[in-house]
Antibody, heavy 124, light 110 residues
Framework: QITLKESGPTLVKPTQTLTLTCTFS??????????VGWIRQPPGKALEWLALIHWNDDKRYSPSLRSRLTITKDTSKNQVVLTMANIDPVDTATYYC????????????????WGQGTLVIVSS | QTVVTQESSLTVSPGGTVTLTCASSTGAVTSAFYPAWFQQKPGQPPRPLIY???NKHSWTPARFSGSLLGGKAALTLSDVQPEDEAEYYC??????????FGGGTKVTVL
């Protein structure tokens, strides 16, 4: 059974760096094709894909946020960490991590298992 | 940067059928965009419904189906149930492992 859980601060001050951790179980990020992504959702607004890291350490970022994001993995701890620099009130959102969908020997560009999300509020 | 557009809201009667669409600013959506669809209810994370255009997850009810329609990705809800009232999001692969969500469609069952 695949599960993911996000953790991190609830309140962050503007200009600080946000660090979020995704702790997962039920799969290994050392398996070929595996990946974990981050997605966020401001209150009352749409989902926004942020970043994706693969088993081979290949990393992809949203073009609009690339300069501020860093995604890393710790395979031994079953964790993926997302950092976002120079945080701003518009970054207030629920942040989700999700498992990249792989089945039947193929992997797809979607997410089949999601964490419950963690709300991050950016305010001074 | 690619913009993905969905209807903002749709209303359907119980037992009826409704089709949601997902368009790309770069042109026609094809299977190479690997369209995926998610359902989200208030206070919950998104629930995956469809992947790679028309494939259902093991938990996806049979009344949900995905397709390509007129240059767009489409999600059709048949025999709509009250519990289908939710926000629906499409996700497109835009090349180079870049992903883009649509703005969401709020489906009201009335």
């Amino acid at each position: 059974q695949i599960t993911l859980k996000e953790s991190g601060p609830t309140l962050v001050k503007p200009t600080q760096t946000l660090t979020l951790t995704c702790t997962f179980s039920g799969f290994s990020l050392s398996n070929s094709g595996a990946g974990v992504g981050w997605i966020r959702q401001p209150p009352g607004k749409a989902l926004e894909w942020l970043a994706l890291i693969h088993w081979n350490d290949d990393k992809r970022y949203s073009p609009s946020l690339r300069s501020r994001l860093t995604i890393t993995k710790d395979t031994s701890k079953n964790q993926v960490v997302l950092t976002m620099a120079n945080i701003d009130p518009v970054d207030t959102a629920t942040y989700y991590c999700a498992h990249k969908h792989c089945s039947g020997g193929s992997c797809y560009y979607d997410f089949d298992y999601w964490g419950q999300g963690t709300l991050v509020i950016v305010s001074s | 940067q690619t913009v993905v557009t969905q209807e903002s809201s749709l209303t359907v009667s119980p037992g009826g059928t409704v089709t949601l669409t997902c368009a790309s600013s770069t042109g026609a959506v094809t299977s190479a965009f690997y369209p995926a669809w998610f359902q989200q209810k208030p206070g919950q994370p998104p629930r995956p419904l469809i992947y790679s255009t028309d494939n259902k997850h093991s938990w996806t009810p049979a009344r949900f189906s995905g397709s390509l329609l007129g240059g767009k990705a489409a999600l059709t809800l048949s025999d709509v149930q009250p519990e289908d009232e939710a926000e629906y999001y499409c996700l497109l692969y835009c090349g180079g492992a870049q992903l883009m969500f649509g703005g969401g469609t709020k489906v009201t069952v009335l």
